[in-house]
């Protein structure tokens, strides 16, 4: 497993080799300074500790980072700690999952948060986009677990999985993932290698063995 931390720049259009118009993510992929090694003999599991963009430094010591995530790796690994990963960790065809924070779009009511259908649309009507009863009164008395309503939209952790990466500039540590990434332009992102490969990727991996 290898990854690497970045931000998101905006989206664009690619052709690929069939001449296929593809919409694409523009990530940015910082150099990610590795920060601490985890050891499954210390802590039970082995991963690293990525950081990037620097705090203002303030003090004599080291400044610390914005954005630090942990990467799962495997046991014969040779990070180390003040280790630099940058974009050419990754190339053209590889399939990453990318992590991030979502738009945040405040409260919201149930029609745009849940698709509710709405009210009738008479003016004698009074519940046009309210919530309207949430559950029986006598039988069961509560409510049901899970009833959806309106609440808080967005600014959650989701993960798009399977991204296929279209190109790799990895002098400016630049590249450009097939299909959408959650969150708006400037977002950290955490790119990792995809858990679940599809045919693709195995037979690439296979061929590169």
């Not at 500790?49 to 799962?72: A, C, H, M, W, Y």
């Not at 400037?186 to 063995?209: C, S, V």
Request: aromatic share 6%; glycine share 14%; with cysteine.
């Amino acid at each position: 497993m290898i990854g690497i931390l970045g931000k998101k720049v905006g989206m664009t259009q690619v052709y690929d080799e069939k001449g296929k118009l593809c919409p694409v993510t523009v990530v940015e992929a910082l150099p990610s300074s590795v920060l601490t090694v985890r050891s499954k003999e210390k802590n039970g599991y082995c991963a690293i500790q990525l950081g990037i963009v620097d705090f203002k430094k303030k003090t004599k010591n080291s400044p610390g980072k914005k954005f630090i995530r942990e990467v799962k790796v495997d046991e014969g690994h040779s990070y180390k700690a003040g280790d630099v990963i940058n974009a050419d960790v990754f190339s053209v065809g590889d399939f990453v999952d990318i992590v991030a924070s979502s738009k945040g779009k405040g409260f919201q009511g149930g029609m745009k948060r849940w698709g509710w259908s709405g009210g009738e649309g008479g003016h004698g009507s009074m519940h046009h986009r309210r919530i309207g009863s949430i559950g029986a009164s006598s039988f069961p008395s509560r409510v049901h677990r899970g009833k959806t309503m309106p609440g808080h939209m967005g600014n959650k952790t989701r993960t798009v999985q399977n991204l296929m990466i279209m190109s790799v500039d990895k002098e400016n540590n630049i590249m450009a993932v097939n299909g959408s990434v959650p969150g708006h332009n400037g977002t950290f992102l955490m790119i990792k290698e995809a858990i679940k490969k599809p045919r693709k990727q195995e037979k690439k991996d296979e061929a590169n063995k």
